[in-house]
């Protein structure tokens, strides 16, 4: 976890608002990235396909006036290792 250095003091709503406008702003962040805030700090969840995407969403919402700090918890997914799933012969 890393902290910002913004002192304005926002309400966890207003800055959860700035957040989420700066990521639908951000083309390099996938919709599929989360918001939480609680007492100023802003929660990334969800998951992406590439670090690069988790890293946009990271530094993103650094910049957001108010957030004491920011904790991604972005999972990237390894498009290698995600499970496909098989036809089921029995049906055929």
């Known amino acids: ?3 910002a250095t913004h002192a ?3 309400s966890d709503a207003e800055i959860f608002a700035a957040a989420r ?3 639908d702003c951000n083309p390099r962040v996938p919709s599929a990235v989360r918001v939480h805030v609680s007492d100023g700090m802003v ?3 969800g998951s ?3 670090m690069w995407e988790r890293e946009a969403a990271d530094q993103t919402v650094r ?3 108010g957030a004491h700090g ?3 918890d972005i999972y990237v997914i ?3 290792d995600a499970a496909f799933e098989m036809p089921d012969e029995s049906k055929s």
Do not use: C, K, P
């Open 63 to 65: 910049g957001v006036d």
């Open 21 to 23: 406008r700066a990521l």
């Open 8 to 10: 304005t003091h926002r």
């Open 48 to 50: 992406v396909r590439a």
């Open 43 to 45: 929660l990334l969840t």
């Open 70 to 72: 920011v904790e991604n």
């Open 78 to 80: 390894n498009i290698s």
């Open 1 to 3: 976890m890393r902290f």
